[in-house]
């Protein structure tokens, strides 16, 4: 392969040189202490480090790693190997880089908010591998669910579920996506809209967990049940596979079901030694709902497990529990606790058989509680704070620890010597700094590729040049292909990522433009004799066309108080020649990819001229495509 004419290993061994000088003759950077006390290594890790990341000019990465925006409301994408940042999805937020927000369609989907707290993207599957079809997001603040098409990297559909508070335990899809979870991470009284103090948190509070359906051509969503659970606090989630597909796991705190004002509830939740697992048999809940015993409360089809015994059990689990995880192959279920310094295996079989046995240790709200021993398979020592565990396909499992910074990888069952457990954790790495999730490529499919992970931490300490008071958050990609894990490199990133998805990139087949004889928008128009105004009363509707380097019609003329409606249609076929539609000082943006058309309706309610233009850079008379908004009074 070659890069710029210069062939790749050329490219290569200069680097190596490159690195070699820098890291063993040249002086430490300003300001540092060397480079052993910023943890870089020595000369030939760096050239290693950097051989294993470096990208060179024109060459494409392997993967596409897939950032939850946290608070922002966004997707970011990046490169594996190389880190680096190639764009931002608009997912829950108006985002003018791109016009989201701004015309009809998205400013509808976005249903009047102008921001969401994106948490875990999840992608389709087919058999339990990443199809490339459709990535899925939950928003944690106001109990929504996010398609993004993976053909265009655009927000398809967002999807509003009723009696869903904070919805956090999404977006895991199950192998076949027959469905996308969601579940309440904050308790609530029910249904949606009532009142309760919360002196009458252990009775009037309650949980909600749901499956999404996905239909399978298109990927439109609709909510197909909804499970009342007891208030505790559901947290993450899982979808099993193999042996283990028909179930979805959430973790759970909180099983103290108490909310004390001003009692701290870090404190008041943490006083049981157990929380919980919630396993749901989805299609005994199917079931359930095809034989009628769902009601319909709030909107939605909701199943009380009093109502339908069989479709939800509990699993002790250690307290506080944040991830739970199944292995690539299905049989083995992780749990992990944050206050315990052991992260637990669940055999599917053994839960199965607990199940068909009735091995109960109690029942709460109609859930039976199976018992800890009988489906435990092992406690695993993998350090302080275990949070979320990724696998690599080769038999080992990578836990994120928390308060030790680090992350721990171990081997999974069978044991030779259960007696023993230390001896199973085979490796830790430090991370910097208070890691929360972690990802390696393709870790929640049936096939992980055991090369690459991903730690997600939430801050950086420094590692970067100075910034001021609101430091990014630090993204470290670490090689696990051998025996010992290594640190490739250091990446930052806006903020909040929570969890990352990652996917080989030639499993994505996304288009460049939008193909003319695929329009089916009955107000597209493809050349300047179509492009026209009309009026109908007090309604102004353009039908207009942009390309290099101009706007037809680039005269509107309306007066004050009318409505207008402009469909503008990019009529470009060459990649990359997006445009853009600007008003001045009327807080409209929108910009069209190549083929596409978007429909943008505002009230003329200031008299004037305003110019609009492009907003994309074009071509060398960009600068000329603009027009005028004549608003007479």
């Known amino acids: 392969m070659k890069t710029q004419g210069i062939p790749r290993l050329v490219v290569l061994g200069f680097i190596c040189v490159l690195v070699w000088t820098l890291s063993g003759c040249a002086p430490d950077p300003p300001g540092r202490s060397g480079r052993g006390a910023r943890g870089a290594g020595s000369g030939s890790d760096v050239t290693d480090a950097a051989l294993a990341t470096y990208v060179p000019p024109g060459d494409l990465d392997e993967y596409y790693l897939f950032y939850s925006g946290g608070h922002s409301g966004q997707i970011f994408v990046s490169g594996i190997p190389s880190m680096r940042h190639i764009a931002t999805i608009p997912v829950f937020t108006p985002y003018p880089g791109t016009g989201y927000g701004f ?18 993207p999840g992608f389709s599957e087919t058999n339990g591998e990443y199809d490339g079809r459709w990535l899925f997001i939950n928003d944690n603040a106001n109990g929504r669910m996010a398609r993004i098409d993976l053909r265009d990297f655009k927000t398809k559909q967002i999807l509003k579920i009723p009696n869903i508070s904070a919805n956090h335990g999404s977006s895991f899809v199950t192998p076949n996506s027959e469905y996308v979870t969601m579940a309440t991470r904050m308790s609530v009284p029910f249904p949606e809209g009532t009142y309760a103090d919360v002196t009458e948190y252990g009775t009037k509070y309650k949980g909600i967990v749901a499956g999404i359906a996905i239909d399978p051509d298109d990927g439109n969503m609709t909510l197909a049940w909804e499970i009342l659970a007891p208030p505790f606090n559901y947290d993450l989630g899982d979808a099993g596979k193999g042996p283990s597909d028909g179930f979805m796991f959430w973790t759970c705190y909180n099983s103290e079901r108490e909310f004390i004002e001003g009692g701290k509830l870090e404190v008041t939740a943490s006083q049981k030694d157990k929380d919980y697992i919630l396993a749901i ?45 199944v292995s690539s192959d299905g049989q083995w279920i992780i749990g992990s606790g944050k206050l315990s310094p052991t992260t637990t295996v669940y055999n599917i079989d053994k839960i199965k058989k607990a199940i068909a046995d009735e091995d109960f240790e109690e029942t709460i709200d109609g859930i039976p ?161 179509e492009a026209r105004v009309e009026r109908r009363g007090n309604t102004v509707e353009v039908w207009m066309l942009a390309v290099r380097s101009f706007f037809a019609p680039d005269v509107i003329r309306v007066n004050k108080g009318d409505t207008v409606i402009v469909h503008v249609t990019n009529i470009e076929q060459t990649r990359d020649e997006l445009h853009g539609f600007a008003i001045n000082d009327y807080n409209i943006n929108v910009v069209i990819d190549p083929g596409e058309t978007k429909t943008v309706t505002f009230k003329a309610d200031k008299s004037g001229v305003f110019a609009f233009y492009c907003t994309n850079f074009c071509s060398a008379l960009h600068q000329e495509m603009q027009g005028y908004l004549l608003v007479k009074d």
Do not use: C
Request: glycine content about 8%.
């Open 103 to 120: 015309d009809d369609e998205t400013r509808e989907m976005l249903g009047g908010y102008t921001w969401g707290d994106s948490h875990h």
């Open 369 to 529: 509680v199976l018992t800890y021993t009988s489906v435990r398979e092992a406690e695993v020592p993998v350090g302080l704070g275990p949070l979320h565990t990724q696998f690599d396909g080769r038999g080992y499992a990578y836990t994120s620890l928390f308060v030790e910074s680090a992350v721990a990888k171990w081997k999974l069952p069978p044991y030779d010597d259960p007696s023993n457990m230390e001896q199973y954790v085979v490796d830790k790495i430090p991370v910097a700094y208070n890691i929360g999730h972690l990802v390696s490529a393709e870790g929640d499919s049936m096939s992980p590729d055991g090369n690459y992970l991903v730690a997600l931490n939430k801050l950086s300490k420094g590692r970067h040049i100075s910034v001021g008071p609101s430091i990014p958050e630090s993204a470290q990609l670490i090689d696990i292909s051998g025996d010992k894990m290594k640190l490739l490199y250091d990446a930052f990133t806006e903020p909040e990522p929570h969890y990352a998805v990652t996917i080989k990139a030639d499993k994505i087949n996304a288009i460049e433009v939008y193909p003319k004889e695929e329009s089916d928008n009955p107000n597209a128009i493809w050349t300047a004799e």
């Open 281 to 325: 048999d989805w299609r005994a809940a199917e079931k359930a709902v095809a034989d009628g015993k769902a009601k319909m409360i709030g909107g939605a089809p909701v199943l009380d497990p009093l109502d339908a015994p069989g479709i939800a059990y509990f699993m002790p689990l250690a307290k506080s529990p944040h991830g739970v995880d």
